[in-house]
């Protein structure tokens, strides 16, 4: 499973900004897709998770109501809603993929994207 990620870029605190991820190769609608993030300095963590069937998700505390992850099987797309943003939301965003749904509870996923940057201006 190949993932490109798309829809990073600069914006000032407020703003919004949505990020896009393609799944290729052997691909299935039932991946568990999911977003992570590291900013510099940072450990790589958590941002949102959502199930194959995109009728559940999962976000993590900082969120706080802000971030909207959706999927569109028949684009093999996952997306990354993302308002209100404040500086501390820069980071590059990495899509992650994985086949099984424990992915969706343990939060470990087999295949990654390039990730895109996010940069948040005060």
């Known amino acids: 499973v190949q993932l490109q990620a798309s829809g990073g870029g600069l914006v000032q605190a407020g703003g919004s900004l949505r990020l896009s991820c393609t799944a290729s190769g052997r691909t299935s609608s039932r991946l568990v897709m999911g977003w992570f993030r590291q900013a510099p300095g940072k450990d790589r963590e958590f941002v949102a998770g959502?199930?194959?069937?995109?009728?559940?998700?999962r976000y993590a505390d900082f969120v706080k109501g802000r971030f909207t992850i959706s999927r569109d099987n028949t684009k093999n797309t996952v997306y990354l809603q993302m308002n209100s943003l404040e500086p501390a939301d820069t980071a590059v965003y990495y899509c992650a993929a994985n086949p099984s749904s424990a992915a969706y509870y343990t939060r470990n996923f087999d295949f990654w994207g390039q990730g895109t940057l996010v940069t948040v201006s005060s």
């Open positions: 959502i199930m194959w069937s995109g009728d559940s998700s």
